[in-house]
């Protein structure tokens, strides 16, 4: 068991897939969670192996958040001592605690008491991209969560994505480098068209604006909406997003053709174009899956990145 335990640990980090195996008198129960590709990989493996045998599939679907993202794969049965003493938990970022105590400010609608909240995370040294990251982002996936759970109404969460969106703007964030300063870059932020979330398009707005770029936003109801204020303004780059809160897997294909359609909108001109959301927060979905040159799991980091690849694509010099 050990062995075994061993050998799919280390398969599933080079896979990028976590999970949880149970065992008991002959019988194994696992969760597998992860990037689509890679379970399909994995799932072959194991369906080859001939040690194994009456495998039965209890559930395949697409799931909003990885359930054990901290695990790569954690054994454990009676005879054993707890899997805690055998197998350590990948330690979370010092903010991800902080989560359930934003979320019950968000629920009740105090906005006064989020503010305070990730100002207090400020003055306690976490800097801007981290309380981006591991604090407000998570928060606005648990509280899709706990809309897809019924434990708050469509309201609840449209009130309490702006009310993250507005402690957002308080965020303050580390300079960017002088060297992507001296070329300025402009870009569109937009929302998938339909998309009535914007708290990730509102974040990138301030990272962006910080960082020297021009900035247009847009909020179209149409790919034409869309393809035509790019034929008209002409970014470099265009970032479109969909919910940070829920997963929008339906909206797949239709995301893909916006991104096809913006690229025809403006061919001489548009060199990058980045998506964003949950889906691709939780790797459910990639940038190829939808003609994207670039997924953000996160809004930071994002000006780095996408003036990077801006610079690729037109091969200028560092």
Request: some cysteine; aromatic content about 6%.
């Amino acid at each position: 068991m050990r062995e075994l335990a061993w050998k799919a640990r280390q398969r599933n980090r080079s896979l990028g897939v976590t999970g949880m195996l149970l065992y008991d008198k002959g019988r194994f129960f696992q969760t597998l969670e992860g990037p689509p590709k890679s379970l399909s990989v994995l799932w072959q493996s194991i369906n080859e192996d001939r040690r194994h045998s009456h495998i039965e599939i209890l559930s395949e679907h697409i799931v909003p958040a990885q359930l054990f993202g901290g695990w790569d794969l954690l054994s454990y049965h009676a005879d054993e001592e707890p899997f805690h003493k055998v197998d350590k938990i990948k330690p979370q970022h010092g903010l991800t605690s902080q989560v359930p105590a934003l979320m019950e400010l968000v629920l009740n609608g105090d906005d006064l008491g989020i503010n305070a909240f990730v100002a207090s995370a400020a003055e306690q040294g976490w800097s801007g991209d981290a309380i981006i990251t591991h604090l407000i982002e998570p928060t606005a996936r648990a509280l899709g969560d706990a809309w897809l759970s019924d434990d708050c109404s469509e309201v609840d969460l449209t009130i309490g994505l702006s009310m993250l969106q507005l402690a957002g703007h308080a965020v303050r964030h580390a300079p960017t480098p002088q060297s992507l300063r001296q070329r300025r870059y402009s870009i569109m932020l937009a929302t998938a068209p339909g998309e009535p979330h914007a708290l990730g398009t509102s974040l990138l707005a301030d990272l962006f604006t910080d960082a020297g770029w021009h900035v247009d936003m847009a909020f179209p109801d149409s790919d034409q909406a869309l393809a035509n204020q790019l034929a008209s303004q002409k970014p470099d780059a265009l970032d479109i997003g969909l919910s940070d809160a829920l997963p929008r897997q339906q909206k797949l294909k239709l995301l893909r053709q916006t991104v096809e359609r913006s690229r025809f909108a403006s061919p001489d001109h548009l060199t990058v174009v980045s998506v964003g959301g949950r889906l691709f927060a939780d790797a459910a979905a990639t940038a190829e899956s939808v003609g994207a040159d670039h997924a953000r799991k996160t809004a930071s980091g994002s000006t780095i990145r996408i003036a990077e690849l801006i610079r690729q694509k037109r091969q200028l010099p560092r």
